[in-house]
């Protein structure tokens, strides 16, 4: 028995406990286990079709067994709480905020006041956004070089 089918057999057995976890935490009254084994299944199928998805490439990587091994572990396991914690700092961030969801050019167009806002996008559809990014990048160099003084880091 190779370390493949000693890392396989631990994942089933670790999907027979979340299995078991899943089934006890839907008899019980409390709503934190409901929403840890729901956000672990829901993470572990992503996990799975991200597998399945890029089966050809993760074929060449050795660790990837390890890699899935360790990430199921921590989100199944109630001494990490691991799902639990992905909930609560990614996705509910996500689904409460709307403009997390968005790029940073989103988040900037809807900080800044509507006039502004009109003034970017004539700018945009006159020039193109190529023009938009290219002063972007030149209004960041040369606020570094305001705070450095003058001097430009890049150049040496």
Same mark, same amino acid.
């Given at each position: 028995?190779?370390? !493949? /089918?000693?890392? @396989?057999?631990?994942?089933?057995n670790i999907?027979? #406990? %979340? ?7 839907? =008899?019980? &009254?409390?709503? +934190?286990?409901?929403?840890?084994w ?12 991200? =597998? ?6 993760l =074929?060449?990587?050795p #660790?990837w067994?390890y890699?899935?091994?360790i990430?199921?572990?921590?989100l199944v +396991?109630?001494?990490?709480? !691991?799902?639990?914690?992905?909930? =609560?700092? #990614?996705v509910?961030?996500?689904? +409460? $905020? &709307? ?5 940073? !050019?989103?988040r900037?167009?809807? %900080?800044?006041? &509507?006039?502004?806002k $009109? /003034?970017?996008?004539? #700018?945009?559809h006159?020039?193109?956004?190529? %023009? ?6 030149? %209004?960041e @160099?040369?606020?570094?070089? $305001?705070?450095? !003084?003058?001097y430009?880091?890049?150049?040496y």
């Amino acid at each position: 028995m190779g370390w !493949g /089918s000693f890392l @396989k057999a631990v994942l089933y057995n670790i999907d027979i #406990f %979340a299995g078991y976890s899943s089934i006890r935490a839907i =008899e019980s &009254p409390s709503r +934190l286990d409901d929403q840890q084994w729901l956000t672990y299944w829901v993470l572990y199928s992503f996990m799975t079709l991200f =597998e399945l998805s890029f089966s050809r490439v993760l =074929e060449w990587l050795p #660790f990837w067994p390890y890699v899935k091994l360790i990430a199921t572990c921590w989100l199944v +396991l109630p001494v990490f709480n !691991g799902a639990a914690y992905v909930y =609560e700092n #990614f996705v509910r961030q996500m689904l +409460l $905020n &709307p403009n997390a969801r968005s790029g940073p !050019g989103q988040r900037i167009l809807n %900080a800044i006041s &509507p006039s502004t806002k $009109n /003034s970017v996008e004539r #700018f945009v559809h006159q020039y193109g956004p190529d %023009a938009l990014d290219r002063a972007m990048k030149r %209004a960041e @160099k040369e606020a570094k070089l $305001n705070r450095n !003084g003058g001097y430009d880091d890049d150049a040496y």
